[in-house]
């Protein structure tokens, strides 16, 4: 069997910790990042090669995970990419993207005569350097156990959903609920604050009660504490994850009211000059637009 040899591509939040994770598990071959700073440090820190290009990185390694915010980074990246991509070569695409990009993205991989693999993630940054993701696969059986050591090293659970698209269309479906839980945390908690209980008070009963998801414990932090809590995940992104959606519930003929209502809620406070917080801050946001009252109802 060809050892593998993987190039991380995309250094942010989650790419960083995946790059030591895979460099933990003896796979790592080099990284690639936009800022080059940033993957020289990251390259350094973990004794592989450093990037100057992503076309380099595809020449050298024959999987690459790719790890960035949107389409536009994604087919800012891919454009490099696909110069490197030689036949044989696994992509893993775990950025959340649109449909659209996925497939163009797909068929140029495929152009290259390589294989792409929609393979987004769940969790937060804590589980990601934990490497405990929930990573959700869309392609082939056997190109799915081809990378299976790096999805391994990633995740603490790997779930094969079907062919290409499917991964991408399941954490579309599981951040529908994420949106919607963090909105109903938001108001659950503004709404105990404002009847006059403490916000620490109110979070420990959430995290002790019917609604304790995984969600509402490793966010606690962020709702508590969110001037001192470093962003996880920037509102504007949420947004835009949330007309990925509604893009998605279009294309299938399915209505999403309550990911209509997130979105618009999300639109609200990025005006309300708030996008580049974390998505906790809708509770900020609903603060903010307070009316007066008389005081706790008892």
Known sequence: MTALRVGVAGLGRMG???A??????GLLEGVY?????????TAADLDVRHFAAPAELAEACNVLVTMVADDAASESLYSGLLEGITPGTVVLEMSTVSMDHLRATEAAVRTRGGVLLDAPVSGSVALCEAGTLTIMVGG??????RVRPVLDALGARTFHLGPMGAGATMKLAVNTVVYGLNAAVAEGLVLAERAGLTREAAYEVFAASAV???F???RASAFLHPDATPVAFRLELAAKDLELILALAMEVGQPL???????RVLGDAAEAGLSALDVSAVAEYLRRNAKPNGGPPW
């Open 257 to 263: 009211p309550q990911a209509e209502l997130n979105l």
């Open 20 to 25: 030591h994770n895979l460099a933990d598990a």
């Open 140 to 145: 082939e059986a056997a190109d799915v156990e």
């Open 16 to 18: 960083t910790p995946m």
């Open 33 to 41: 990042n936009r800022t080059s700073e940033r993957a020289a440090a």
């Open 216 to 218: 509402v414990q490793y």
């Open 212 to 214: 304790a998801a995984p």
